[in-house]
């Protein structure tokens, strides 16, 4: 099992910043990679960033490229998320989840992934 901890969450005004980070722990070793997804009130959880672990391979949703970057600190077992010029419409809960065996394709979908953290809270006001 592996389990996930984010933290970085919080309220911030539009056109700032926030980092999010994931801390795995347990068979960190059947990490292959690391991704992000975020849920807004009323809405459905939806993909924002990925990276396989080994050699980095990103993939962002089009709705935050140029504004989000992920990266991972593997002798940390930690997966980041930089968020810049973030908008109100970036207010949701985010979690990072992890899978556990080798994808042809960085998933963008829930299914894709094994372990999931408990999520932190990330509000833009206007």
């Known amino acids: 099992q592996v389990q996930l901890v984010e933290s970085g969450g919080g309220l911030v005004q539009a056109g700032g910043s926030l980092r999010l980070s994931c801390a795995a722990s347990?068979?960190?070793?059947?990490?292959?990679?690391m991704g992000w997804f975020r849920q807004a009130p009323g809405k459905e959880r939806e993909f924002v960033a990925a990276?396989?672990?080994?050699?980095?391979?990103?993939y962002y949703a089009d709705s935050v490229k140029g504004r989000f970057t992920i990266s991972r600190d593997n002798a940390k077992n930690t997966g980041y998320l930089q968020m810049n010029s973030l908008k109100p419409e970036d207010t949701a809960v985010y979690y990072c989840?992890?899978?556990?065996?080798?994808?042809?394709?960085?998933?963008?979908?829930?299914?894709?992934?094994?372990?999931w953290g408990q999520g932190t809270q990330v509000t833009v006001s206007s």
């Open positions: 989840a992890a899978y556990a065996s080798s994808r042809l394709n960085i998933p963008s979908y829930e299914r894709g992934y094994d372990y």
């Open positions: 347990g068979r960190t070793f059947s990490i292959y990679g």
């Open positions: 990276i396989s672990w080994s050699i980095g391979r990103i």
